[in-house]
């Protein structure tokens, strides 16, 4: 019986032992995995930024890890433009805003006339809109001015009745000063 002890416990300080060398030899592989993938990465970063300074420009081999940026199509209807005021003659206002054209964003100018029937007002972007499908108003957002008080450099929203996808002039039905609180 006290042999079949011995080697009980002879084969249980065995199997520790293996269990405990082969532990140690699994953390040795992974720390020389990640050591090496380290070194591999560290070499790859290297030969890029060597590659690019090379070229002294922004290389595609630095912008090949960034996704593409998408392409959104033109929207098919466009009923406000958003832009500076350039200039005022009569009641014509010229304004500086972005258009796309061909999947690239271009400056264009756009002449917008103003009619008895164009409403203007001035819009405080300081402040939150009231939260949608509430019954609440925007006055103190939003204040009614006469047309008159556009002026050149003004930040503008215009609005037009129809669509004014391709038209370089139209009719406002109503412009929107954007500004940074109202002076009292």
Known sequence: MS???????????KSEMICLGATLVTLIIIFLAVLSGYFWGFSKGKVIALNS???????????????????????????SYSGKVISLEGKTVSLSTSVQENNQMVDKTIKVTISDNTSCSKLDITKLPPPP???????DREKTIPCGEIQPEDSVVVYAGENVKDKSEFEATKIKILVAGFEN
């Open 3 to 13: 042999t079949k002890k011995n080697m009980n416990i002879w084969f249980q300080e």
């Open 53 to 79: 300074s090379q070229n002294n420009s922004a290389d595609t081999n630095t912008n090949s890890f960034l996704p593409e940026t998408p392409s959104l199509p033109a929207p098919l209807t466009v009923f």
């Open 133 to 139: 499908n509430t019954n609440e108003k925007q006055d």
